[in-house]
């Protein structure tokens, strides 16, 4: 870290003093020209330190980057060992859980869409399962409810009809299909129907701009 900003300051410097160079060479400049164009120096470099301070000096980014770093080494690990027991057993309903869940955090949707319908299938249809599946599938999608997604969510809203995630979707689905009045009349309902500190509540918050 300290070297690149070390590489990165010289080369702005160096890039500096050549766009400045015939400044200071111009002897037809007059002591007030020359001032102007050392402050805009001061400034340059002050804005600069300011910035790679934002970026590469925060004191709270360099914890965050670790401790993202180590989840990763985490989720590697989990991901490996649990490949492991669905190889010896492939009915072990909880590794395929496991692994779903890893997959999705490390951005391997494809993955996380085959372990998390093995689980479907080896639970019976549990809605909690069937609605991780369908969230992996929208994700997979880049946010699209998808055919296969919406079919999953009228299975969870069969089997729990006020489950706020399932009509989140749901609602979701109507905007794409253009049915935008029905999709606000159901968000409506639904966000009223939300406490406080739902996930959800404030997810919807951020999207209408009130977060």
Request: with cysteine; aromatic share 6%; proline share 4%.
């Amino acid at each position: 870290m300290i070297l690149l900003f070390l590489m990165f300051s010289i080369i702005v410097a160096l890039c500096l003093l050549v766009l400045l160079a015939p400044v200071w060479q111009n002897n037809t400049l007059v002591m007030p020209q020359r001032r102007v164009a050392a402050g805009i120096t001061a400034l340059f470099f002050i804005t600069l330190s300011m910035g790679i301070y934002a970026v590469v000096g925060s004191p709270q980014l360099i914890p965050l980057l670790e401790k993202r770093q180590q989840r990763i080494v985490e989720l590697t690990a989990e991901i490996t060992d649990n490949l492991a027991k669905v190889k010896s057993d492939p009915k072990d309903l909880g590794a395929w859980v496991i692994l779903g869940t890893a997959f999705l955090e490390t951005g391997q949707m494809d993955s996380a869409v085959g372990a998390f319908k093995q689980a479907v299938v080896l639970s019976g249809g549990d809605p909690a399962l069937i609605l991780a599946y369908a969230k992996a599938q929208i994700m997979q999608a880049d946010g699209k409810v998808t055919d296969d997604a919406h079919k999953g969510l009228e299975m969870v809203l069969m089997l729990q009809k006020d489950n706020p995630d399932a009509r989140y979707f749901m609602a979701l689905r109507k905007l794409q299909d253009g049915k935008t009045q029905d999709a606000m009349a159901d968000m409506k309902a639904l966000y009223h129907s939300l406490p406080d500190n739902s996930q959800i509540k404030s997810m919807i918050n951020k999207q209408i701009g009130r977060e």
